[in-house]
């Protein structure tokens, strides 16, 4: 079993940044590909962005493109969101996620998941 935990979330005034960590225990990091989720009041959960075992490849959603950052380190176990230029759209729940068969971002390829961190940007 593996068990996530996020930190970082708060309160951010528009324009500002915030960098969320993952801190992943009872697996072997290095196999897992990782993934940051989001869900505001009222919406789905929607995919963010991915990194890949060893983090050769990423992916993000197209809102986030410049702006967020998601990199690893295998050594800590922990993978990060450097989220920079935050608007109030940005305000939700942001979930870590972890993909044991593949690479994907797909919300149903993700077998395990944080309990979420939340973060608010005020305009």
């Known amino acids: 079993q593996v068990q996530l935990v996020e930190s970082g979330g708060g309160l951010v005034q528009a324009g500002g940044s915030l960098r969320l960590s993952c801190v992943a225990t009872?697996?072997?990091?290095?196999?897992?590909?990782m993934g940051w989720f989001r869900q505001a009041p009222g919406k789905e959960r929607e995919f963010v962005a991915v990194i890949s075992r060893i983090g050769g490849s990423t992916n993000y959603v197209d809102s986030v493109k410049g702006r967020f950052t998601i990199s690893r380190d295998n050594a800590k176990n922990v993978v990060y969101l450097q989220m920079n230029s935050l608007t109030p759209e940005d305000t939700a729940v942001y979930y870590c996620a972890a993909d044991t068969n593949g690479y994907s971002n797909l919300r149903s390829a993700f077998e395990y998941w944080g309990q979420g961190t939340q973060v608010t940007v005020s305009s």
């Open positions: 009872g697996g072997t990091f290095s196999r897992l590909s």
